[in-house]
Structures are given as structure tokens and as C-alpha cells.
């Protein structure tokens, strides 16, 4: 019989964070570590773990408690190398398309087009929803069945998607407990934040809540400040890193401690019937992308803005 995990007392934690919206304290970094170290090692209890995941969900994570959190999630992960010569792009993919098209693997398919590798990760299916992974393979690119697949495509076409079970299958673990709790968790925020590479890599981070967008800031700039090429970070298209088709949103370049506003928001724009996909349907979305890549349909101009800006960071050139 296997050998059960000890459990985790996690109790004087939950009695910090969970004092409701006002009342909750953060934790340091170190116990943050050690909290999630365990919820992701299954040594927490079902209630505890409950009671655990909700009062983040009232209270918020600090930057301390992400950098904590994301070091825990880290040393779960499966690393991969980048193509010799090439700085990878990492675009976490968690939310897909709930009203407008899913335009990530546009997105990545531009980018691959110009010589920039890109990892995408996340979740197969959600529902409700038109995923990433949906729309690549109405797209019949084959999503990566395994790390050395996933590695090896990243080589021979420049495009790898792998599913978080994959990637860190503890992490996906928590992240399954929605389907539990109704609600998203921590892991939602952390699966985000992920550098699967071993070297250098361009991070496409996006936000939802406002709120999060200064906690974002201080921890890529404060408390876990990123290296070149660093970290683009924009209000996410319901919840996705790709670009709104229709509205320029600021866009800011988070690298070496400092914050560069890279894309300028703008009113929205009133494009022609037919600029973009009929539907959110993944094969629709499949079919309108490869007219774009074909040069028969316009790239949308927030799209075009945001591939020119990550092609000009990963080539030096920003």
C-alpha cells in the first residue's frame, strides 16, 4: 500500500486569510510557500482545503503571498527549452471564448509567422466555453500529447499547446476544483503567472478585476522583479492574453523593475460585417483565421499592434 502524505495543519493560516474582506491578513511569503507546498502535495484536508480556496477567493492574494504560491507551483512544473537562437513566447490560456471569437491561436500563429516561438498551456475544455485547445484543433494542429511532444513542436512549426494535466498536474489538480466549488480558485491566478521555460521567456499576463492589475505590477516589478524580455501585461479578452479585436487596451512591459506603457488604450472601434468571425464556434473561428493568415481578411489592428510590440521585445528591438 502506498505511503499517505502527513497531513497539514493548516488551520492558523486559514485563521489569517479567512477574517473576510476587511478583517484577513496576508501571509508571508515563506508561509505562503509552505501552505500551497502542501495543498498541492494533498496534504490538506477536503473542509480545510475548502474553506482554504473560498477565503482567497473573498480576500485576494498579495504579491508576497503570489511569489510564495508561484514558488510552490514552480517546482511542480515540467521545464522546457526554448529553440536554440529563439526567445519563446508564454501565453496561459484558462478562460476561452464565452461571447467574442477565441482569437489566441491567431494570436500565436501570427507570432510563429515571424520567427517567435510560443508555448501556449492550459485547459482543454471548459464549459460553456470555445477553448484555445478547441479552436487549434478545428485548426488540425495536433495539440501536444506529452512535454518532449510539446518540445519537439516548438521546433518544427514554432507552436506547442500543452494541457496544465501535463505541464504540472498538481497544479491542474486544484484547478478541477471548480467544478467542486462553483467558483475559481488561486490556481486560476498562479496558472497565469507560469514560465515553463529554463531560460528566458516573454510572458503575456493578463488580468480580469482591476484590483489585481497594481498587485500584478508590484509583484513583477517589486517583489519577484523579471528579467529581460519580462512580462506583457494587459487586461485580458474575457480573460484571454490576446488582444481585444476591437478596442486597444493599455499594455505594459513589466522588465528589469520598471513599468513601460507599450500600447495606449483607445475607443473602441466599428468594424465591417465580416472583419471578424460570425461566431464564437471553433470551427467558424478556425475557418476566419486561416482567411487572415491567407491575406484575404485583415489582421484587426489591436491584434497587429500587440504582435508587432512582442516581436520587437523578443527580437531586442522594443
Known amino acids: 500500500m502506498p505511503t499517505l502524505p502527513p497531513p497539514f495543519d493548516c488551520a492558523p493560516f486559514i485563521k489569517e486569510v479567512g477574517r473576510g474582506a476587511r478583517g484577513a491578513r496576508g501571509l508571508s511569503r515563506h508561509d505562503a510557500q509552505r501552505l500551497y507546498e502542501a495543498v498541492l502535495d494533498g496534504r490538506v484536508c477536503g473542509v480545510a482545503l475548502g474553506a482554504l480556496l473560498m477565503a482567497y477567493r473573498i480576500k485576494g492574494e498579495s504579491a508576497q503571498e503570489l511569489a510564495g504560491m508561484g514558488e510552490a507551483a514552480d517546482a511542480t512544473m515540467h521545464k522546457l527549452a526554448a529553440p536554440a537562437g529563439t526567445t519563446p513566447v508564454v501565453i496561459a490560456s484558462y478562460n476561452g471564448a464565452r461571447k467574442q471569437a477565441n482569437l489566441v491561436p491567431l494570436l500565436a500563429l501570427l507570432l510563429a509567422r515571424e520567427g517567435v516561438p510560443v508555448l501556449i498551456h492550459g485547459v482543454r475544455t471548459e464549459p460553456g466555453r470555445v477553448t484555445t485547445a478547441e479552436v487549434l484543433q478545428a485548426l488540425r494542429i495536433p495539440l501536444a500529447s506529452d512535454i518532449a511532444t510539446a518540445q519537439a513542436q516548438l521546433g518544427s512549426q514554432g507552436l506547442a499547446f500543452v494541457d496544465t494535466a501535463t505541464l504540472t498536474p498538481a497544479l491542474a489538480a ?49 517583489v519577484e522583479p523579471v528579467a529581460n524580455p519580462g512580462v506583457l501585461l494587459a487586461r485580458g479578452t474575457e480573460g484571454e492574453a490576446v488582444a481585444d479585436a476591437t478596442l486597444a487596451r ?9 513599468a513601460r506603457t507599450m500600447i495606449e488604450s483607445a475607443p473602441r472601434l466599428a468594424l465591417d460585417p465580416g472583419a471578424l468571425p460570425a461566431s464564437r464556434e471553433a470551427m467558424q473561428t478556425a475557418a476566419w483565421t486561416q482567411k487572415v493568415l491567407a491575406g484575404t481578411t485583415a489582421v484587426p489592428a489591436p491584434i497587429a499592434a500587440q504582435v508587432a510590440i512582442i516581436a520587437r521585445i523578443v527580437h531586442g528591438k522594443p
Open 250 to 258: 493599455e499594455t505594459l512591459w513589466l522588465h528589469e523593475g520598471a
Open 174 to 222: 486544484q484547478l478541477e476544483l471548480r467544478r467542486t466549488l462553483g467558483v475559481r480558485n488561486s490556481a486560476h491566478t498562479l496558472a497565469k503567472l507560469l514560465q515553463p521555460f529554463d531560460g528566458p521567456a516573454l510572458r503575456l499576463v493578463n488580468y480580469t478585476h482591476p484590483p489585481y492589475r497594481d498587485t500584478l505590477i508590484e509583484y513583477f516589478n517589486v
